[in-house]
């Protein structure tokens, strides 16, 4: 258990719908990471929030969002959704922001999507 | 930009030694990790490496060498539950602020 906590589990939509998907950090982690992970294309950085701030984009489509609230955690807002949204949403957390020698990413369990 | 090249699947026999070679390309690298996933499941971290040479932790070790843009991850005296998917990640310089990018991934299937 890596401490990083995610809900919900799994979840079914329709396409054109829209889902909120949230994330827990480790105690004691500022950073948290959104991954997509899909299997033609492996794990895809979307985006990064660090205390409360967004630090950095990936390949984030401009039809999901998240922010990171003062407890830390952070929700991932996926909206229009398409067929090809289907995958496992991951959360990571790390102790600070900036890459730092050494700081590892510890990810939560993960939420399957499905859309059909 | 970021690539990273890992074979797909590999398969090996339990109780041997199986080697994971990992190439990449990027910019302002700032260290190598491999992460172990089962299917459907989280990845968890195994090993980091950003100085040349060789780390070992228990069962597993991983090399790096940065002049040639390489790494590989050793697993000795493999047990079934070692079946997985292991990803190699790099960390560089992504739209200025350092981020990991992800291999796709090196299957590896333990038989008996």
């Known amino acids: 258990d890596s401490g990083v906590t995610q809900t919900p589990k799994h979840l079914i939509t329709a396409t054109g719908q829209r889902v909120t998907l949230r994330c827990s950090p480790r105690s004691g982690d500022l950073s948290v990471y959104w991954y997509q992970q899909s299997l033609d294309q492996g794990l895809q950085f979307l985006i990064q929030?660090?205390?409360?701030?967004?630090?950095a984009k990936g390949n984030i489509l401009e039809r999901f969002s998240a922010q990171q609230f003062p407890d830390l955690h952070s929700e991932l807002n996926l909206s229009s959704l398409e067929l090809g949204d289907s995958a496992l949403y991951f959360c990571?957390?790390?102790?600070?922001?900036?890459?730092?020698?050494?700081?590892?990413?510890?990810f939560g369990p993960g939420t399957r999507l499905l859309v059909l | 930009g970021q690539n990273i090249d890992q074979p797909t699947e590999m398969t090996a026999t339990e109780g041997a030694i199986v080697q994971i070679n990992c190439t990449y390309q990027?910019?302002?690298?700032?260290?190598l990790f491999w992460y172990q996933q089962h299917a459907g499941e989280a990845p968890t971290f195994l090993s980091y490496n950003v100085l040349d040479g060789l780390e070992e932790k228990g069962r597993f070790s991983s090399f790096l060498s940065r002049s040639k843009g390489y790494s590989y991850l050793l697993l000795k005296e493999l047990q079934m539950k070692d079946s997985a998917s292991y990803l190699c990640?790099?960390?560089?310089?992504?739209?200025?602020?350092?981020?990991?990018?992800f291999g796709k991934g090196t299957k590896l299937s333990v038989i008996p």
């Open positions: 990027t910019s302002g690298f700032n260290g």
């Open positions: 990571a957390s790390s102790v600070g922001g900036a890459g730092a020698r050494g700081e590892t990413q510890y």
């Open positions: 929030y660090y205390n409360g701030e967004e630090r």
């Open positions: 990640a790099v960390r560089g310089l992504l739209a200025g602020s350092y981020q990991l990018t």
